[in-house]
């Protein structure tokens, strides 16, 4: 019973915490610090976008798809295969696709310190910067994220984009799961691929690249696939705090802290 009698207002003032802290979040990531999930639009737009890249074989493939179906996407490149791929840099940029920066070398953001943060965006930035954009755009590498991370990303004038649709493509999904997934697309969606898988550069993107040529084939042409930065422009952003640090990455570093 005394037991009871303890916990009980304990139990309390941190539920009370708890909410506190989950309205004050809610409402941090409806501001300009809140990441971009996907657009309210009455449009019937959708944007793809392209992790990783670029890769020299998969991303001019992939091209050739999107450019069949007058498609145009996102890429979140990461600048050391920028520098590597100069020449599928020029044809992306060409093709009126948009680019963001996914970081130098795709390490996660919230293991580092805010100096190495900043140093990730700026050298990936150098990198796209004979490829001019209209807004800055950043995808967290692995989708790992912190406050502290945000806070780097916001500083420096970023819009975190993340999604809200997924097809797993990083995994092992055949190209009928894939298309399955993103079957029922609708005005204003976020979705994530890879055309290329960092750290894996014999990754075959064949069955990604087959299930986005059935996707564009089956809503044309009832949407239209645009950039992020058009469909932005076609209505209000739907933000949310995004907060993730995955666990086996935090396992990782107090491994390679210790070690
Ligand atoms: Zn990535």
Redesign the pocket.
């Given at each position: 019973m005394v037991d009871e009698e303890v916990r009980r207002p304990r139990s309390l003032v941190r539920r009370l915490v708890g909410r506190v802290r989950r309205e004050a979040y809610a409402l941090l990531g409806r501001t300009t610090f809140g990441t971009i999930v996907s657009v309210s639009t009455e449009r019937p737009m959708v944007a793809l976008t392209f992790?990783?890249g670029p890769h020299p074989d998969w991303t001019p493939r992939l091209l050739d798809v999107l450019d069949r179906h007058g498609a145009k996407a996102t890429f979140?490149v990461v600048g050391e295969h920028v520098a590597r791929y100069p020449e599928v840099m020029q044809r992306l940029h060409a093709d009126g696709h948009a680019l963001g920066n996914?970081g130098q070398r795709?390490v996660r953001f919230p293991l580092i310190s805010a100096a190495e943060r900043r140093r990730e965006l700026r050298a990936c930035a150098e990198a796209l910067a004979p490829y001019p954009q209209p807004r800055r755009l950043f995808?967290p590498?692995?989708m790992n994220q912190s406050l502290a991370s945000r806070f780097v990303t916001w500083r420096l004038g970023y819009d975190v984009i993340a999604c809200n649709r997924d097809a797993t493509d990083w995994e092992h999904p055949t190209s009928e799961q894939m298309v399955r997934a993103l079957s029922d697309l609708r005005a204003g969606d976020v979705v994530l691929l890879?055309d290329a898988i960092?750290g894996e550069p014999g990754r075959s993107r064949a069955a990604m690249i087959e299930a986005v040529d059935a996707v564009l084939a089956a809503h044309a042409p009832r949407i239209e696939f645009v950039t992020v930065p058009a469909l932005l422009r076609a209505g209000r952003p739907r933000r949310k705090l995004w907060l993730m640090v995955s666990s086996r990455a935090r396992a990782a570093a107090r491994g390679s802290a210790s070690a």
């Open positions: 992790d990783d979140f996914h795709h995808r590498p692995h890879h960092y």
